[in-house]
């Protein structure tokens, strides 16, 4: 277990080299403010998806990654750590040697250490990220006593279950150590990859992923047009209203409190990203970050650095999927959600859509 006695900042869902340049941290104005708050820590946690490698474009993924990542390392020097943990969008860094330790049948534990040689690119990721030591976790990490954090992507096989209701059914309860959760197909195409890949053979698991990565990149390409029909706003807004309110609060966030009570982690904060939700905010109603009331940990969500048109809403109101979330760990204090993007104009933000 880490200690908690030196200043971290968490993010997630960074996305770098997203196919419609959403990934706002390549934008001058946003790297500035990440790298400043990243050269006040002293650890720095990249908590999954900080690559976009679902696109299938793994070469133009790390060009746009590289530079963002090596000031980041510079930002903290030689005495700063950066603990990299794998998400759904970028789970090839670390899906080699997890197929490995599956097929040996050897068991994963809540956070796994692994080599930075796990997979090229992976140790390709660590390099960018000197002078700074750099240190893999997988599917979580402790960062100090009772805090756990992870990607949150094991929330999506029991989303299912969460949104009918039936979380607490005995036929819903199978799942309870991680390579269950590992080998269990997520709510999305994501999650469905990541677990075709692990099982088949290198050869036809990266064929797979090229193929849908094709497939992927082909949808997106279709937003900017769909953005421009007539009525497209209110249609965002209704679906902004169905992910926070059915989606979100009913099934993803009760199905990560789900999933630290199967894997009994003794947490009292758990720290995650994926959903791309900041919070709790001020504003958000009591309970939703600790579904399981008292007996439960309480959730921080770190947000995203992926501009949303369909999700953010518009200014003037409180937006939770606006990009530029983390999390600060400071002292042993509780977890502080920041909004380090706020000041800045959504012009500035906003990629090709």
Do not use: C, K
């Not at 976009?52 to 746009?64: D, K, N």
């Not at 309870?176 to 036809?204: H, K, M, N, S």
């Not at 497209?232 to 099934?251: I, K, S």
């Amino acid at each position: 277990m880490l200690t908690d006695a030196v200043r971290t900042l968490v993010i997630s869902d960074l996305h770098l080299g997203s196919f419609l340049e959403r990934d706002v941290a390549r934008r001058p104005a946003a790297l500035a403010i990440l790298e400043d708050a990243v050269a006040s820590a002293d650890r720095l946690v990249l908590l999954g998806d900080t690559l976009e490698l679902l696109e299938g474009r793994p070469q133009r993924a790390a060009a746009a990654a590289r530079p963002v990542l090596r000031r980041l390392g510079a930002a903290l020097g030689s005495g700063g750590e950066v603990v990299v943990v794998a998400g759904n969008h970028d789970h090839a860094l670390v899906r080699p040697w997890l197929a490995a330790r599956l097929a040996a049948g050897r068991p994963l534990r809540p956070a796994t250490q692994l080599p930075r040689s796990a997979s090229p690119a992976l140790a390709e990721l660590a390099g960018w990220l000197a002078p700074a030591r750099v240190e893999v976790r997988y599917p979580g990490v402790w960062l100090g006593d009772g805090v756990y954090a992870t990607h949150g992507h094991y929330s999506d096989r029991l989303l299912g279950a969460a949104l009918r209701g039936r979380l607490g059914d005995p036929a819903t309860a199978g799942r309870a150590r991680v390579e269950d959760f590992e080998r269990a197909p997520g709510a999305d195409a994501g999650g469905l990859e990541e677990t075709l890949a692990t099982i088949l053979p290198d050869g036809v698991g990266d064929g797979l992923g090229e193929a849908l990565g094709s497939a992927r990149r082909t949808l997106l390409g279709g937003v900017p047009l769909l953005a421009s029909l007539p009525g497209a706003r209110g249609v965002a807004a209704a679906a902004a209203l169905v992910m926070e309110q059915g989606v979100h609060r009913r099934g993803s966030i009760p199905a990560m409190a789900e999933v630290v009570r199967r894997l009994r982690l003794p947490a009292e904060h758990v720290l995650f990203g994926h959903i791309h939700r900041r919070g709790p905010l001020a504003e958000d109603p009591e309970g939703v970050w600790q579904p399981l009331g008292d007996a439960g940990p309480r959730l921080h969500n770190s947000g995203s650095w992926v501009w949303d048109s369909a999700l953010i809403g518009p200014a003037g109101r409180v937006r939770p999927y606006r990009p530029g979330g983390a999390i600060l760990l400071d002292g042993g204090a509780p977890p502080e959600v920041l909004d380090l993007l706020s000041g800045v104009p959504d012009r500035v933000l906003r990629g090709r859509i």
